[in-house]
């Protein structure tokens, strides 16, 4: 025994209390054993009484179905109906006939008070006789009792008719001929499906005087049939309208129809509740018989005895009750004053406390309460305190995510995102549509190196990427990162700021595009003043020197004649001399003639070394001559081009409409283009509004864009010509008015190869060129974006490696076009 414990101390009077209790036991249990025992019997007696009423029904229904098949049969054999029936094949017209085989219809279904209808098929599946006139000549070839009803007796299955709306079941059988077995037609007997209430149901008018019927036991029980489609065939007693519409799908239902068994017991219905029924299955229609009663309404008996017992049990547990209340009145006071103790405490008041003279155990609880509530209260200061600092440090954080005018998000250890701000939807994305995805998911060509720095550097990053947002737009994005570390150095997470950076550079692209394009502007024209007149020069010198060539050819010439000549005049001095009889001495005759002879023979051979060596070298002085004369013209075109760069043109402005600009520079360029298999597709916006602008500057921007398209198809081409077929490119030039900016559009888009990613940002440089064969000067774009630019707009590039390129212009919108006024 427990040292100052006795009998009636605090713990023995609970002792005592538990005792009382106890002794409630054995009556309650006793109780429920009886209750299980009646339950099981009168569920047996149930289940045994639902399985013969189901039998009993199963054998009636059985008769009908083969009253209704022997009918059939019976009437198919009746030699009236085939001999009507095979004068009909043969003469289908023949009203005689008809009206006389109708009549015996009509009788033969009076025979029968649940005969709807009788009617015969021919052999192609068409009424020629019935009962009901109305269904003479429908065409039945596609009906099951047909089909079936050919070959051997068939039964169709409830269904309701199309013409009368009645449920109906059809019994068929073959008509054949009764010598040799040739198929004449079908008969087939329309039975009242209603029959079947009577049987599951009773009959409405007579029920209340029917005693003795088994059907209407009780306020519950109910026989129905469900068919192989799992739909009632017979009237509920519970819901209206169930034929062929109320779904049964039961659990005996469900067996019976994959197994063909027969079923007993307790389940839940077709209205969900919980039944004691027997389900018996009529295998000739795949039909399943359920004969049920709520498991309410059987165990009503017991349920009465049940409620006794609960009275007696009651009675009994009152009893101890006021014994126990007065025996442990001395312990449940102070328990109860410690539950109340507790919901105060609960509720948050900690200033209460419970007062308390025991000495035994609940003394020493009260006290441990009392301290305990101190303790808590103490407690709940100061963490009262540090809630309201962590609520303002929570809110201040808030506020800073939500204002904040840079993309903040938190990544795990792996690089999945645990958070980003509101930032985000500027993107196109949802906040939490990219939480548990990796960072990687939404850079541009999945940047892993830059990744992996992030994440496994372990020290602040400061990196560029280029993200994608959800329509797959590339981002230039700066991102800052800091990694969060637990106290043993391992990372936790990581804090990321995404600065959007894309406009940003844009802006230096263009400035340092504009930059570089003045500064090239400005060396151009220092380089073309100081170049231009040595070319000059050299261009007159080079003129000069094709008349020289010609003058000295001639003086040599001549210097080679006069000798000859000379010589010439001397011999004919002499031979005068001799002629007139002029006395002359034959030693100087002769000295005079060696002379001459000599002398011709030095000029001729001078003159010919001096005629070959001009012979061999003034074809090449010629052309050596000429070429310098035509480099120099080029050299002199080259850097006319560059001081029209370096000094463009003011725009001279005028009313213009761009399609109509457009599509006169197509007009004139557009059968060459044809000439190099390209075609032109034009698809001008009918909304382009007039606009001031140089119209000659505009054309040669145009032509400038559409040569280096159709030069980058041509190269395209040359890749994709196959041995039967050759692909053709398509230039697409067209315009779009923006309302909403005040800006003309005009696009030039090309099938080429497309260019680099690399060289987009070189394409607006002078002398850049990706043309290999020599024919380029690089600066066709340069002064299409100058001319651009001195009209205020700007040129955009879009460019896909293999598809193509387009080439956007925009143009501001200044003004509008001033009518003119016509006065009469």
Known sequence: MIKGVTLFSGIGRKLFCWFLLLSIFPIIVVAIL???????????????????????????????????????????????????????????DNPRVTKKFNDYMVYKTNLNKDFYETFVLNTSGIVVASSNENSIGKDECNVDYFIFGKKMPYVKDIYIDRNTGEYSMAFASPILKKRGGKFLGVLVIRYNATKLNEITTGKK?????????????????????????????????????????????SKPVISALSNGDAFVGVYK????????????????????????????????????????????????????????????RGI????????????????????????????????????????MTYYLQDSNEKLLSLKEALEERKEYLESILKFANELIFMLDAQGDFTFINHKIKEWGYEEDELIGQHLVSILFNKQQKQVNQILHDGSRRRIEVEALDKQNNIRNVLLSTSPIKNKEGQLMSILGVASDITELRSLEQKLVQSDRLASIGQLVAGIAHEINNPIGVIYLYSTESLKLFERITNVFKESSIRPILDDIQRLNDVLSSLQYGVHVNKEIFGKELSSVI??????????????????????????????????????????????????????????S??????????????KQYRN????????????????????????????????????????????????????????????????????????????????NKHYLGKIFDPFFTARKDGKGTGLGLSISYGIVKMHDGSIEVESTIGRGTTFRIFLPVKGKKPKVAFID
Request: hydrophobic residues 40%; glycine residues 6%; aromatic residues 8%.
């Open 657 to 670: 409409n761009v399609n109509n600009l457009i599509d006169n520079v197509l007009n004139i360029i557009e």
């Open 332 to 371: 449940i006071n102070p328990i109860l004053m410690l539950v109340k103790g507790m919901k105060r405490v609960a509720a948050g008041d900690l200033n209460f406390r419970v007062k308390s003279n025991l000495k035994d155990e609940l003394g020493e609880l009260t006290d441990s309460f009392n301290k």
């Open 676 to 755: 190099e298999k390209i075609n032109v597709v034009r698809s001008f916006d009918p909304h382009i509004p007039d606009n001031m602008m140089d119209s000659r500057q505009i054309e040669q921007v145009i032509i400038n864009i559409a040569n280096n398209a159709v030069f980058a198809m041509k190269e395209s081409l040359k890749d994709t010509v196959s041995e039967k077929t050759q692909k053709k490119g398509v230039l697409t030039v067209g315009t779009h008015f923006h309302a909403d900016k005040e800006s003309i559009e005009i696009f030039i888009k090309d099938t080429g190869m497309g260019i």
């Open 34 to 92: 009886t209750y299980r025992y009646g339950q099981e019997t009168i569920k047996n007696e149930l289940l045994n009484e639902e399985a013969f009423i189901a039998e009993g029904i199963k054998n009636h229904i059985l008769t009908i179905l083969d009253a209704g098949e022997y009918s059939s049969q019976f009437f198919a054999s009746d030699e009236f109906i085939r001999r009507h029936l095979e004068i009909l094949n043969h003469n289908p």
């Open 205 to 249: 008018l007579l029920l209340k005087d029917e005693a003795g019927t088994f059907l209407r036991r009780g306020k519950t029980s109910e026989a129905y049939i469900v068919n192989k489609n799992y739909l009632m065939v017979t009237e509920s007693r519970f819901k209206s309208n169930a034929i062929l519409t109320q779904l049964v799908n």
């Open 269 to 328: 219905n077709y209205r969900g509740v919980n039944v004691i029924g027997a389900a018996r299955y009529l295998k000739r229609m795949e039909w399943v018989l359920l004969v049920e009663t709520d498991e309410s309404e059987a165990y009503s008996p017991i349920y009465k005895f049940k409620y006794r017992a609960i009275t007696m049990v009651g009675i009994c547990i009152i009893g101890v009750i006021f014994v126990s209340l007065f025996v442990s």
């Open 598 to 655: 000599d002398n011709l023979r030095k000029n001729s051979k001078k003159l010919a070394e001096t005629y070959s060596v001009i012979s061999r070298n003034r074809s090449h002085l010629h052309e050596y001559l000429e070429g310098s004369a035509k480099e120099s013209i080029r050299c002199k075109e080259l850097i006319g081009g560059l001081l029209d760069f370096s000094r463009q043109k003011e725009p001279a402005m005028n009313w």
